[in-house]
């Protein structure tokens, strides 16, 4: 292993990872698959959420003790917060609840497709960036919605691929690549709508530091398996990344040595 | 007098003055002051957290924070999520 492929590692504000793939522990056919499917995806952060209890359902319970079994970090999450406040003091019960500053910030503005509130996310993080926090909000692909929150203090960005749970990949890629392009210094991490490991990989060509992702796992026939795929898909596009993509060009191109070719003069 | 309280949807009758504390000692859950009840079944102190009226309450301050009428409390626990 080269020196670079030993550093080139995930920095989430103070904390590194070599695993570039972060996984949700939800929709998963049970417990003990989620605990091996996680296990196989090699994630070292997982994200997770706050509810009431059900007394007719421990599931929760049978949950949080396979993810307290796990090495990985927790990225708890707000998800189902309309609001600014809503998706602070739910922040600040993770904090509590799973003892870490990391919080995934989610304000939904639109419960038709899950869309993220723009400015609900923003104003939310300057309060819990301010509050110590280190924030790792989900948001659209909008350029200037992603400059005010690295002006609100976030150092990770994770902009949505497509809708939660859609599975429709890379919905605008010129979105994408003129975020990845424009803010080059900062983490950034697509967040929901990937489908396929050739998305995900798709994504990590394109410059972006990681994905994160769940139904994509969690509904496949075989989630271990599948958490397996996406692992080498990540890890492959990283790679390219990386290593460095030809430039796509209209013509062709003949990659074989036209010098020398042979029954030239037969014609 | 006796007042009105919802916890997690669920309306509870408590006497003025009561402290959130004392609500979970009432519905069986563990809290600061009862960490070795033997009640069974129950949740663990650790295992959920608390907002009133939508404001996170830390769990230092059950013992102090009194309930009004009406008051909402939000107790939540792990779960799975994206």
Redesign the interface.
């Known amino acids: 292993m080269t020196q670079s492929e030993t550093t080139d590692n995930l920095k989430l504000y103070d904390r590194e990872f070599n695993s570039r793939l972060l996984v949700?522990?939800?929709?998963?056919p049970s417990p003990l698959i989620?605990a091996q499917a996680i296990k196989a995806s090699g994630s070292e952060m997982i994200?997770?959420?706050?509810?009431?209890?059900d007394p007719e359902n421990n599931?929760?319970?049978t949950?949080?003790q396979h993810?307290q079994q796990s090495d990985c970090s927790l990225l708890?999450?707000t998800?189902g917060c309309h609001s600014a406040?809503?998706a602070i003091?739910?922040a600040?019960?993770?904090r509590?609840?799973?003892n870490t500053d990391f919080i995934k910030l989610e304000v939904i503005g639109d419960d038709y497709n899950l869309q993220p509130d723009p400015f609900e996310t923003v104003k939310a993080a300057e309060i819990l960036i301010k509050k110590g926090f280190k924030v790792l909000p989900y948001c659209t692909d909008d350029l200037v919605l992603c400059q005010r929150l690295l002006d609100a203090g976030c150092q990770v960005l994770m902009p949505w691929g497509s809708p939660?749970g859609t599975g429709k990949g890379l919905m605008n890629p010129y979105n994408l690549q003129t975020i990845r392009d424009r803010f080059t210094a900062t983490s950034l991490i697509i967040d929901a709508g990937i489908g396929k490991p050739s998305q995900a990989m798709a994504a990590m060509e394109m410059g972006f530091d990681g994905i994160l992702l769940?139904?994509a796992i969690a509904k496949a026939h075989n989630p271990i398996q599948m958490a397996q795929a996406f692992a080498q898909a990540v890890n492959g596009g990283r790679q390219a990344y990386l290593a460095g993509l030809m430039e796509s060009r209209q013509t062709a191109s003949p990659s074989t040595p036209t010098l020398g070719t042979p029954f030239w003069q037969q014609q | 007098m006796i007042i009105s309280i919802n916890i997690?949807?669920i309306s509870h009758d408590l006497e003025e003055g009561s402290t959130l504390s004392q609500a979970l000692d009432i519905l069986n859950i563990n809290t600061i002051n009862n960490p070795n009840s033997d009640v069974k079944d129950k949740?663990k102190f650790t295992?959920?957290?608390?907002?009133l009226n939508?404001?996170?309450i830390?769990?230092s301050q059950y013992p102090q924070t009194r309930l009004h009428n009406n008051d909402t409390v939000?107790?939540?626990?792990?779960?799975?999520?994206?």
Request: no cysteine; aromatic share 8%.
């Open positions: 949700g522990t939800a929709l998963y989620m994200t997770l959420s706050l509810r009431r209890q599931q929760g319970q949950i949080w993810i708890p999450n998800a406040q809503e003091t739910l600040q019960m993770s509590e609840m799973f939660i769940n139904t | 997690n949807g949740l295992d959920f957290v608390i907002a939508q404001v996170f830390p769990r939000e107790l939540l626990s792990p779960m799975a999520g994206g």
